[in-house]
Protein backbone atom coordinates (compact mmCIF):
# COMPACT_ATOMS: atom_id res chain seq x y z
CA UNK A 1 0.00 0.00 0.00
CA UNK A 2 1.10 3.08 -0.82
CA UNK A 3 1.46 5.86 2.08
CA UNK A 4 -1.19 8.55 1.87
CA UNK A 5 -0.57 11.83 3.45
CA UNK A 6 -3.56 12.48 5.77
CA UNK A 7 -4.03 14.87 8.85
CA UNK A 8 -4.71 12.46 11.80
CA UNK A 9 -6.88 14.81 13.97
CA UNK A 10 -9.12 16.80 12.09
CA UNK A 11 -10.05 20.39 13.23
CA UNK A 12 -13.16 21.86 11.82
CA UNK A 13 -11.00 23.65 9.53
CA UNK A 14 -9.05 21.12 7.81
CA UNK A 15 -11.76 20.22 5.26
CA UNK A 16 -10.27 23.55 3.41
CA UNK A 17 -7.11 22.09 3.63
CA UNK A 18 -8.16 19.64 0.90
CA UNK A 19 -7.73 19.61 -2.81
CA UNK A 20 -11.03 18.96 -4.51
CA UNK A 21 -9.22 17.00 -7.27
CA UNK A 22 -6.72 15.16 -5.60
CA UNK A 23 -9.06 14.92 -2.39
CA UNK A 24 -5.64 15.04 -0.20
CA UNK A 25 -4.18 18.05 1.66
CA UNK A 26 -2.65 20.40 -0.36
CA UNK A 27 0.61 19.55 -1.93
CA UNK A 28 2.39 23.02 -2.34
CA UNK A 29 -1.48 25.20 -2.32
CA UNK A 30 -1.99 27.40 -5.02
CA UNK A 31 -4.71 29.76 -5.15
CA UNK A 32 -6.56 30.74 -8.60
CA UNK A 33 -8.27 33.86 -9.21
CA UNK A 34 -11.79 32.84 -8.37
CA UNK A 35 -9.95 32.07 -4.97
CA UNK A 36 -9.97 27.95 -4.69
CA UNK A 37 -7.17 26.69 -3.76
CA UNK A 38 -5.60 23.63 -5.16
CA UNK A 39 -2.22 21.52 -5.48
CA UNK A 40 0.32 23.10 -7.77
CA UNK A 41 0.37 20.31 -8.96
CA UNK A 42 -3.48 19.48 -9.65
CA UNK A 43 -3.71 23.19 -11.23
CA UNK A 44 -1.40 23.06 -13.70
CA UNK A 45 -3.19 21.96 -16.64
CA UNK A 46 -6.66 23.57 -15.20
CA UNK A 47 -8.51 25.75 -17.82
CA UNK A 48 -11.62 25.65 -15.73
CA UNK A 49 -12.20 25.65 -11.72
CA UNK A 50 -13.49 22.47 -10.41
CA UNK A 51 -15.33 23.79 -7.76
CA UNK A 52 -16.89 27.11 -9.36
CA UNK A 53 -16.52 26.59 -12.72
CA UNK A 54 -14.72 29.35 -13.29
CA UNK A 55 -11.93 30.02 -16.09
CA UNK A 56 -8.66 29.67 -14.80
CA UNK A 57 -6.74 33.30 -15.52
CA UNK A 58 -4.38 32.55 -13.28
CA UNK A 59 -2.85 31.02 -10.27
CA UNK A 60 -0.24 31.73 -7.16
CA UNK A 61 1.33 30.20 -4.37
CA UNK A 62 -0.82 30.86 -1.34
CA UNK A 63 1.28 30.84 1.55
CA UNK A 64 -1.26 31.11 3.71
CA UNK A 65 -2.42 27.65 3.68
CA UNK A 66 1.19 25.76 3.16
CA UNK A 67 1.20 27.87 6.81
CA UNK A 68 -1.36 26.39 8.22
CA UNK A 69 -0.72 22.98 6.88
CA UNK A 70 2.86 23.14 8.60
CA UNK A 71 1.09 24.02 11.47
CA UNK A 72 -1.20 20.62 11.25
CA UNK A 73 1.37 18.03 10.22
CA UNK A 74 3.54 19.14 13.14
CA UNK A 75 0.87 18.62 15.55
CA UNK A 76 0.68 15.34 14.14
CA UNK A 77 3.63 13.92 14.13
CA UNK A 78 3.53 14.37 17.77
CA UNK A 79 0.42 13.18 18.62
CA UNK A 80 1.50 10.48 16.23
CA UNK A 81 4.38 9.14 18.23
CA UNK A 82 2.92 5.92 20.22
CA UNK A 83 1.43 4.84 16.81
CA UNK A 84 -2.31 5.41 17.93
CA UNK A 85 -5.04 5.85 15.70
ZN1 LIG B 1 -4.52 18.11 -5.36
ZN1 LIG C 1 -13.29 28.43 -8.33
Known sequence: MSY???F???PNYAKY???TICLEKFIKPSITN???CFCQQCSYNLNKCP?????ILFIKEDPLTQGLIDELEVVCNKKNVLGQG
Request: hydrophobic letters at 20%; aromatic letters at 0%; charged letters at 30%.
Open 4 to 6: QRR
Open 8 to 10: RNL
Open 17 to 19: LEC
Open 34 to 36: CGH
Open 51 to 55: NCRAN
